[in-house]
Protein backbone atom coordinates (compact mmCIF):
# COMPACT_ATOMS: atom_id res chain seq x y z
CA UNK A 1 0.00 0.00 0.00
CA UNK A 2 1.31 3.27 -0.75
CA UNK A 3 -0.15 6.94 -0.93
CA UNK A 4 0.05 8.51 -4.49
CA UNK A 5 -0.55 12.34 -5.05
CA UNK A 6 -2.23 13.46 -8.94
CA UNK A 7 -1.91 16.87 -9.65
CA UNK A 8 -3.04 18.48 -12.33
CA UNK A 9 -5.85 21.23 -13.82
CA UNK A 10 -8.69 19.27 -13.85
CA UNK A 11 -10.69 21.69 -15.52
CA UNK A 12 -13.06 19.59 -16.32
CA UNK A 13 -11.73 16.38 -14.85
CA UNK A 14 -12.63 13.31 -17.59
CA UNK A 15 -12.90 9.84 -18.18
CA UNK A 16 -9.11 9.78 -19.25
CA UNK A 17 -8.30 10.93 -15.90
CA UNK A 18 -11.14 8.38 -14.17
CA UNK A 19 -8.94 5.96 -15.92
CA UNK A 20 -5.82 6.89 -14.43
CA UNK A 21 -7.15 7.37 -10.92
CA UNK A 22 -8.57 4.15 -10.93
CA UNK A 23 -5.27 2.38 -12.40
CA UNK A 24 -3.25 4.52 -9.62
CA UNK A 25 -5.80 3.12 -6.83
CA UNK A 26 -5.29 -0.48 -8.16
CA UNK A 27 -1.76 -0.20 -8.34
CA UNK A 28 -0.88 2.10 -4.44
CA UNK A 29 -4.20 2.29 -2.49
CA UNK A 30 -4.69 5.42 -1.39
CA UNK A 31 -4.60 8.29 -3.80
CA UNK A 32 -5.36 12.07 -3.26
CA UNK A 33 -5.97 14.66 -6.70
CA UNK A 34 -5.05 17.68 -6.07
CA UNK A 35 -6.67 20.70 -8.25
CA UNK A 36 -4.47 23.31 -8.73
CA UNK A 37 -5.83 27.08 -7.51
CA UNK A 38 -3.11 29.51 -8.83
CA UNK A 39 -4.84 32.64 -6.77
CA UNK A 40 -2.35 35.18 -9.53
CA UNK A 41 -3.67 33.91 -12.51
CA UNK A 42 -7.41 33.24 -11.96
CA UNK A 43 -8.28 31.11 -15.36
CA UNK A 44 -10.15 28.35 -16.70
CA UNK A 45 -13.41 27.39 -17.45
CA UNK A 46 -14.44 26.23 -13.85
CA UNK A 47 -13.29 27.94 -10.76
CA UNK A 48 -11.32 25.55 -8.07
CA UNK A 49 -13.81 25.17 -6.37
CA UNK A 50 -15.78 24.39 -9.09
CA UNK A 51 -13.73 21.45 -10.11
CA UNK A 52 -12.17 19.75 -6.64
CA UNK A 53 -16.68 19.40 -6.52
CA UNK A 54 -16.94 18.16 -9.83
CA UNK A 55 -13.90 15.88 -9.26
CA UNK A 56 -15.36 14.07 -5.90
CA UNK A 57 -18.69 13.88 -7.77
CA UNK A 58 -17.12 11.87 -10.76
CA UNK A 59 -15.06 9.73 -8.34
CA UNK A 60 -17.52 9.52 -5.79
CA UNK A 61 -17.77 5.98 -4.05
CA UNK A 62 -14.27 5.14 -4.81
CA UNK A 63 -12.45 4.26 -1.63
CA UNK A 64 -9.23 5.45 -0.77
CA UNK A 65 -9.78 8.69 -3.38
CA UNK A 66 -10.08 11.78 -1.91
CA UNK A 67 -9.57 15.38 -4.20
CA UNK A 68 -8.32 18.38 -2.81
CA UNK A 69 -6.80 22.01 -4.18
CA UNK A 70 -3.52 22.81 -3.74
CA UNK A 71 -1.57 26.11 -4.50
CA UNK A 72 2.10 26.40 -5.24
CA UNK A 73 4.44 23.56 -6.25
CA UNK A 74 2.67 20.09 -6.72
CA UNK A 75 6.10 17.93 -4.89
CA UNK A 76 4.87 20.47 -1.46
CA UNK A 77 0.81 19.60 -1.70
CA UNK A 78 2.46 15.93 -2.51
CA UNK A 79 4.37 15.88 0.83
CA UNK A 80 1.93 17.63 2.86
CA UNK A 81 -0.89 14.91 2.25
CA UNK A 82 2.03 12.11 2.95
CA UNK A 83 2.19 10.63 -0.86
CA UNK A 84 4.80 7.75 -1.55
CA UNK A 85 4.68 9.02 -5.45
CA UNK A 86 3.14 11.78 -7.57
CA UNK A 87 1.37 9.76 -10.37
CA UNK A 88 1.04 11.34 -13.77
CA UNK A 89 -0.90 9.73 -16.81
CA UNK A 90 0.28 9.42 -20.32
CA UNK A 91 -1.22 9.70 -23.06
CA UNK A 92 1.10 10.20 -26.38
CA UNK A 93 4.71 10.58 -26.44
CA UNK A 94 4.07 14.73 -26.67
CA UNK A 95 2.54 13.82 -23.09
CA UNK A 96 5.75 11.78 -22.10
CA UNK A 97 8.21 15.22 -23.32
CA UNK A 98 6.68 17.05 -20.96
CA UNK A 99 6.20 14.97 -17.99
CA UNK A 100 9.21 13.37 -18.28
CA UNK A 101 10.57 17.17 -17.69
CA UNK A 102 8.77 17.49 -14.84
CA UNK A 103 9.48 14.59 -13.53
CA UNK A 104 12.89 15.52 -12.86
CA UNK A 105 12.14 18.80 -11.78
CA UNK A 106 10.02 17.29 -8.95
CA UNK A 107 12.65 14.73 -7.96
CA UNK A 108 15.48 17.33 -8.05
CA UNK A 109 13.24 19.56 -5.17
CA UNK A 110 12.07 17.57 -2.72
CA UNK A 111 13.52 13.80 -3.98
CA UNK A 112 10.15 12.37 -4.97
CA UNK A 113 9.40 10.14 -7.71
CA UNK A 114 6.88 10.11 -10.21
CA UNK A 115 5.28 7.07 -11.97
CA UNK A 116 3.94 7.17 -14.99
CA UNK A 117 0.52 5.49 -15.64
CA UNK A 118 -0.49 5.15 -19.61
CA UNK A 119 -3.96 5.58 -20.19
CA UNK A 120 -6.09 3.46 -21.57
CA UNK A 121 -5.70 4.24 -25.60
CA UNK A 122 -9.42 4.66 -26.27
CA UNK A 123 -9.18 7.66 -24.01
CA UNK A 124 -6.28 8.38 -25.54
CA UNK A 125 -7.68 11.35 -27.47
CA UNK A 126 -9.95 13.40 -24.53
CA UNK A 127 -8.46 16.49 -23.84
CA UNK A 128 -10.21 18.89 -21.16
CA UNK A 129 -9.07 21.50 -23.69
CA UNK A 130 -11.13 20.28 -26.26
CA UNK A 131 -13.91 19.38 -24.14
CA UNK A 132 -13.99 22.95 -23.01
CA UNK A 133 -14.42 23.46 -27.01
CA UNK A 134 -16.93 21.19 -28.34
CA UNK A 135 -19.01 21.48 -25.15
CA UNK A 136 -19.10 25.58 -25.82
CA UNK A 137 -20.38 25.14 -28.88
CA UNK A 138 -23.44 22.97 -27.85
CA UNK A 139 -21.22 19.49 -28.92
CA UNK A 140 -21.62 16.27 -27.51
CA UNK A 141 -19.19 15.39 -24.83
CA UNK A 142 -21.12 12.85 -22.52
CA UNK A 143 -19.08 9.83 -23.73
CA UNK A 144 -16.00 11.86 -22.82
CA UNK A 145 -16.79 12.75 -18.93
CA UNK A 146 -18.58 11.89 -15.98
CA UNK A 147 -22.41 12.55 -15.84
CA UNK A 148 -21.40 15.58 -12.88
CA UNK A 149 -19.49 17.15 -15.48
CA UNK A 150 -21.56 16.49 -18.38
CA UNK A 151 -24.24 18.39 -16.44
CA UNK A 152 -22.16 21.18 -15.36
CA UNK A 153 -21.13 22.12 -18.87
CA UNK A 154 -24.67 21.54 -20.11
CA UNK A 155 -25.85 23.99 -17.72
CA UNK A 156 -22.74 26.28 -18.34
CA UNK A 157 -23.98 26.61 -21.91
CA UNK A 158 -27.67 26.35 -21.89
O1 LIG B 1 -3.49 19.19 -15.96
P1 LIG B 1 -2.24 19.97 -16.24
O2 LIG B 1 -2.56 21.41 -16.54
O3 LIG B 1 -1.38 19.32 -17.29
O4 LIG B 1 -1.41 19.94 -14.86
C1 LIG B 1 -0.19 20.65 -14.74
C2 LIG B 1 0.23 20.65 -13.27
C3 LIG B 1 -0.84 21.31 -12.40
C4 LIG B 1 0.43 19.24 -12.79
C5 LIG B 1 1.57 21.40 -13.18
O5 LIG B 1 1.45 22.66 -13.81
C6 LIG B 1 2.01 21.63 -11.75
O6 LIG B 1 2.43 20.71 -11.08
N1 LIG B 1 1.85 22.88 -11.28
C7 LIG B 1 2.13 23.23 -9.91
C8 LIG B 1 3.38 24.11 -9.83
C9 LIG B 1 4.62 23.24 -9.86
O7 LIG B 1 4.79 22.33 -9.09
N2 LIG B 1 5.51 23.59 -10.80
C10 LIG B 1 6.74 22.89 -11.02
C11 LIG B 1 6.56 21.83 -12.08
S1 LIG B 1 8.10 21.11 -12.48
Same mark, same amino acid.
Given at each position: ?9 ? !? ?9 ? &? ?31 ? /????? &? ?7 ? !? ?15 ? =? ?8 ? +? ?14 ? =? ?9 ? +? ?6 ? =? ?8 ? =? ?9 ? /? ?6
Amino acid at each position: MATVFIPGSF !DPLHLGHIDVV &DQARELFGEVVVGVLHNPEKPSGMFSPTERVEL /AGASL &DGRAGVSVR !DFTGLAVQAAADVGADF =IVKGLRSAAD +YDVEQQMAHNNRAVTG =IRTVFVPCRPE +YAFISSRY =IREIASHGGV =IGHLVAAPVAA /ALAARFA
